[in-house]
């Protein structure tokens, strides 16, 4: 089954298609097919919009921030024009009990939330991720940035949701889920295929998956980069779609899929 025109990589068996090219016109295409949406869940984790000439920690060197030419901001309209216009195709591609999280850090995060309410989502949660080990404010001049939201949002008002209750009250010990969750960056093992400037951990993509879909659910990553959501939802036998714009994280993700059955 194909969503879209030519995928560059797809395995029907297990249920996983990529694409690359913008997200906009693919799901305008998606959506000119399943006009009454046709996914249970997405994820997205948009350019962040920092890319602009500040400077930031890594492996304790000063470098500038530059994750690359998709990340730079064309001021604070445009990029609010730009969330609107990605977050309303989400909505029409989703099923109608269909729930879409957001990743971001302050750059964007709030735009994100605010195209949601002007859209007409329900927002669900706002969930604070906590990396316990930030690089440092090299400035001095700021408390070091040690967190990112992930807005969980259903479709409408109207959407009765899916979330397993049960599980996540398992994996907290026997005790409601918080909001405030803990997860380290990528291992070393998730990076073996090659890197991405802004890699999420899979057991944050899993955690997401298991708390929000069935198995079997269909699932689908606009931004795809490595391919994150992609392992995940392999791991946990949910089917995906994703999409990239860069053709070199196509082949990371590619590979990262292909390999998901040894690898994180
Ligand atoms: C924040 S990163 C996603 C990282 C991903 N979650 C991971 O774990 O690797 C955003 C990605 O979106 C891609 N991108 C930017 N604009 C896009 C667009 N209009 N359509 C599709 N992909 C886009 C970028 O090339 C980048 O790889």
């Given at each position: 089954?194909?969503?879209?025109?030519?995928?560059?990589?797809?395995?029907?068996?297990?249920?996983?298609?990529?694409?690359?090219?913008?997200?906009?016109?693919?799901?305008?295409?998606?959506?000119?097919?399943?006009?009454?949406?046709?996914?249970?869940?997405?994820?997205?984790?948009?350019p962040y919009?920092l890319s602009?000439?500040?400077?930031t920690?890594h492996?304790?060197?000063?470098v500038?921030v530059n994750k690359g030419?998709w990340d730079?901001?064309?001021?604070?309209?445009?990029?609010?024009?730009?969330?609107?216009?990605?977050?309303?195709?989400?909505?029409?591609?989703?099923?109608?009990?269909?729930?879409?999280?957001?990743?971001?850090?302050?750059?964007?995060?709030?735009?994100?939330?605010?195209?949601?309410?002007?859209?007409?989502?329900?927002?669900?949660?706002?969930?604070?991720?906590?990396?316990?080990?930030?690089?440092?404010?090299?400035?001095?001049?700021?408390?070091?940035?040690?967190?990112?939201?992930?807005?969980?949002?259903?479709?409408?008002?109207?959407?009765?949701?899916?979330?397993?209750?049960?599980?996540?009250?398992?994996?907290?010990?026997?005790?409601?889920?918080?909001?405030?969750?803990?997860?380290?960056?990528p291992?070393?093992?998730?990076k073996?295929?090659g890197k991405h400037p802004t890699q999420k951990?899979?057991?944050?993509?899993?955690?997401?998956?298991?708390?929000?879909?069935?198995?079997?659910?269909?699932?689908?990553?606009?931004?795809?980069g490595s391919?994150?959501?992609?392992?995940?939802?392999?791991?946990?036998?949910?089917?995906?779609?994703?999409?990239?714009?860069e053709?070199?994280y196509?082949?990371?993700?590619?590979?990262?899929?292909?390999?998901?059955?040894?690898?994180?």
């Open positions: 089954m194909l969503y879209a025109a030519d995928p560059v990589w797809e395995d029907a068996d297990r249920g996983v298609w990529l694409y690359q090219g913008n997200c906009l016109s693919v799901m305008d295409r998606i959506a000119e097919r399943y006009p009454e949406g046709v996914f249970d869940m997405i994820f997205a984790d948009p919009f602009n000439g500040g400077i920690c492996a304790g060197k000063m500038s030419e730079k901001s064309r001021g604070p309209e445009e990029n609010h024009n730009f969330n609107r216009e990605w977050l309303a195709r989400c909505q029409k591609v989703l099923k109608p009990n269909g729930t879409i999280w957001v990743s971001g850090t302050a750059h964007v995060i709030h735009s994100v939330g605010f195209a949601m309410q002007q859209l007409g989502f329900k927002l669900l949660n706002d969930i604070t991720w906590v990396k316990p080990n930030p690089p440092p404010n090299l400035s001095c001049r700021y408390f070091t940035h040690a967190t990112e939201t992930i807005i969980w949002a259903a479709k409408s008002e109207k959407s009765r949701h899916c979330f397993d209750y049960k599980l996540m009250r398992q994996m907290a010990g026997g005790k409601q889920m918080k909001s405030v969750w803990e997860f380290l960056p291992r070393r093992a998730e073996v295929f951990p899979v057991a944050l993509l899993e955690r997401i998956v298991h708390a929000s879909t069935k198995p079997d659910d269909l699932v689908l990553d606009p931004f795809m391919g994150t959501a992609a392992v995940a939802c392999i791991r946990a036998a949910r089917r995906f779609v994703g999409i990239e714009l053709p070199a196509v082949s990371l993700a590619t590979r990262r899929v292909e390999e998901s059955h040894v690898l994180a």
